[in-house]
């Protein structure tokens, strides 16, 4: 049974930073690209980063470029998604969505940031 599950999230002061870390298991980890979804209160998801199974490709939505950096280490089945510099209009809840290579996807729970003073 796959288990995909986030964590790391908070309430953290404009500024700040967060490190959210999304585990995986009962699946070939390194086989999947992971993308890192957000969704706040009465807005659509949107993808915020995604990155290849290998991790040498990696992608970023435009509202948190330069921003935001997304990594994985698949000695750990685990992949990070590093948050600096954040701002309110970050606040949502953050997902962890995994595509394996027959177009099979796994979502986890979601982990709540939010970003207030």
């Known amino acids: 049974q796959v288990h995909v599950v986030e964590s790391g999230g908070g309430l953290v002061q404009p500024g700040g930073s967060l490190r959210l870390s999304c585990a995986a298991s009962?699946?070939?980890?390194?086989?999947?690209?992971i993308g890192w979804h957000r969704q706040a209160p009465g807005k659509e998801r949107e993808l915020v980063a995604h990155i290849s199974s290998t991790g040498e490709t990696t992608n970023y939505g435009d509202s948190v470029k330069g921003r935001f950096t997304i990594s994985r280490d698949n000695t750990k089945n685990t992949a990070y998604l590093q948050m600096n510099s954040l701002k309110p209009e970050d606040t949502a809840l953050y997902y962890c969505n995994m595509v394996g290579p027959w177009g099979e996807t796994y979502w986890g729970q979601g982990t709540q940031v939010t970003v207030s003073s």
């Open positions: 009962g699946l070939t980890f390194s086989y999947y690209a």
